[in-house]
C-alpha cells in the first residue's frame, strides 16, 4: 500500500507561479512511475503530466500545459514535483498525485494508476 500526500497548493494571481509536491511512502518508490492530474467540480479527472521511474526517463505533458508545467522527482527523497509556472485561470483545479506501478498501460489513463493523493487545491485569480 502506498500513500501518497500532495501539498504546495494555494492562491495565485494569473502569470504566477506554483510548485506542487508530493511525497509517497509504503512502497518502493523507483516501482513506480507518477503522475499528476486536475479536477474542477463536477467534471472529469484530466490528465496533466507523468514521469517513468528514473528522473530524466519518461515525460509526458498534456497540451493544456506543455512549456509551462514541468514533472520531476527525486527518488532519494520519494517526492515528485509539479512546478507550474504562467498559471492561467482555467488552471484552477483540485491536483491530484497518482502511483502507477503495473508496467503496462498507457500513463495518461485515469485506471492506468494504482493510488492517488487526497489532492490539494489550486486558485489562480484573473
Known amino acids: 500500500q502506498v500513500q501518497l500526500v500532495e501539498s504546495g497548493g494555494g492562491l495565485v494571481q494569473a502569470g504566477g507561479s506554483l510548485r506542487l509536491s508530493c511525497s509517497a511512502s509504503?512502497?518502493?518508490?523507483?516501482?513506480?512511475?507518477m503522475g499528476w492530474f486536475r479536477q474542477d467540480p463536477g467534471k472529469e479527472r484530466d490528465f496533466i503530466a507523468a514521469?517513468?521511474?528514473?528522473?530524466?526517463?519518461?515525460?509526458y505533458y498534456a497540451d493544456s500545459v506543455k512549456g509551462r508545467f514541468t514533472i520531476s522527482r527525486d527518488n532519494d527523497k520519494n517526492m515528485v514535483y509539479l512546478q507550474m509556472n504562467s498559471l492561467k485561470p482555467e488552471d484552477t483545479a483540485v491536483y491530484y498525485c497518482?502511483?502507477?506501478?503495473?508496467?503496462?498501460?498507457?500513463?495518461?489513463?485515469?485506471?492506468?494508476?494504482?493510488?492517488w493523493g487526497q489532492g490539494t487545491q489550486v486558485t489562480v485569480s484573473s
Open positions: 514521469i517513468g521511474r528514473n528522473a530524466g526517463s519518461t515525460y
Open positions: 497518482a502511483a502507477k506501478a503495473r508496467r503496462t498501460g498507457d500513463y495518461i489513463t485515469i485506471r492506468s494508476y494504482d493510488w
Open positions: 509504503g512502497g518502493t518508490f523507483t516501482d513506480y512511475a
